[in-house]
Nanobody, 125 residues
């Protein structure tokens, strides 16, 4: 069955960096679009970035453009989210998700049927 596991969260000071990894199994990675989402306490789940199946086109939510970079290593079945210049408002549980769609709003949670459990990112001094 499809499984996604996130790694790489932690506590970091403002301005610092983290790299999250989403390791997938039970699917062929380049046949699926992968999204990164985050959820802060009391807030809705927010789409952060996504990389489309096949051609690997990507998208970011406005608040992370220029700071976050999504990438994919098909040989390792892994999608990465490099996060630089982190801010306290980036704090939350970060989850990755997989979908066979690429023609929907791929930054919306409803486009993804498969989800990981998440990893906590805390940006604080």
């Amino acid at each position: 069955q499809v499984q996604l596991v996130e790694f790489g969260g932690g506590l970091v000071q403002p301005g610092g960096s983290l790299r999250l990894s989403c390791i997938v199994s039970g699917l062929t990675l380049d046949s699926y679009s992968i999204g990164w989402f985050r959820q802060a306490p009391g807030k809705d789940r927010e789409g952060v970035s996504c990389i489309m199946r096949g051609d690997g086109n990507f998208a970011y939510t406005n608040s992370v453009k220029g700071r976050f970079t999504i990438s994919r290593d098909n040989a390792k079945n892994t999608v990465y989210l490099q996060m630089n210049s982190l801010k306290p408002e980036d704090t939350g549980v970060y989850l990755c998700a997989a979908s066979t769609y690429d023609n929907r709003d791929m930054l919306h949670p409803s486009s993804y049927p498969y989800w990981g459990q998440g990893t906590q990112v805390t940006v604080s001094s």
